[in-house]
């Protein structure tokens, strides 16, 4: 089963615009990463918040984490039409030692 | 610049042939993945290696099987290829468990 699941599906949204989305989990986990796919490539790695932290920030992009409910979010901040891809949470279960759950991502158009 | 590169971009086989496919990194990194990617249902783990010669299955290892002689090289064999086994085939590597990974392009298989 899937440990991660993102939350919208798909996303629409014009350039400036900010872009939201939602990971949510069942486990525990030693962290939780965002991962960016362009159409028919493999991901790139985007961030990487541990459990013990709350936000972290990369350049646009903002992460949050709520281990009470088990969720995070992504923020990307001033969109641009080069944001268009898929975007993916994978979480390190702490009860799977070194696997990652990938949800079924997000999938972001940002329109000029 | 770090590198996971994977033997085949496209590949086209028929029902019942042996498929082998290639991963190679260049970072010098013990863990090596082989998901698998369908439409929905996100990435899932099919097998993985976290040192050479040591493999421990994933969420679907059913119908495959892999090998890792050198610590840079990580194969992925589907023994008798199947049609339900048509997808996309990404490899990843990481440097320790629960740091992020490393993709490589992508091989789209598919099986007819």
């Known amino acids: 089963s899937q440990q991660g699941e993102e939350d919208p599906q798909a996303l629409s949204i014009q350039e400036g615009e900010n872009a939201t989305m939602n990971c949510s989990y069942k486990t525990s986990i030693n962290n939780l990463q965002w991962y960016r796919q362009n159409s028919g490539r493999g991901l790139v790695h985007l961030i990487l918040i541990r459990s013990n932290e709350r936000e972290k920030h990369s350049g646009r992009l903002r992460v949050t984490l709520d281990t009470s409910k088990k969720s995070s979010s992504l923020l990307i901040t001033a969109s641009r039409a080069a944001d268009t891809a898929s975007y993916f949470c994978?979480?390190?279960?702490?009860?799977?030692?070194?696997?990652?759950?990938f949800g079924a991502g997000t999938q972001v158009v940002v329109t000029p | 610049d770090v590198k996971v590169t994977q033997s085949s971009r496209y590949l086209v086989k028929r029902t019942g042939e042996k498929v082998f496919l290639e991963c190679v990194q260049d970072?010098?990194?013990?863990?090596m993945f082989w998901y698998r990617q369908d439409p929905g249902l996100g990435l899932r783990l099919i097998y993985f290696?976290?040192?050479?010669?040591?493999?421990e299955k994933g969420d679907i290892p059913e119908g495959y099987s892999v090998s890792r002689e050198k610590k840079e090289r990580f194969s992925l064999i589907l023994e008798s290829a199947s049609t339900n086994q048509t997808s996309m085939y990404l490899c990843?590597?990481?440097?320790?468990?629960?740091?992020?990974?490393?993709f490589g392009p992508g091989t789209r298989l598919t099986v007819l």
């Open positions: 994978a979480t390190g279960s702490t009860d799977s030692w070194g696997k990652f759950q």
């Open positions: 990843a590597s990481s440097s320790r468990p629960y740091n992020e990974q490393f």
């Open positions: 290696s976290y040192d050479v010669k040591m493999k």
């Open positions: 970072m010098d990194h013990e863990n």
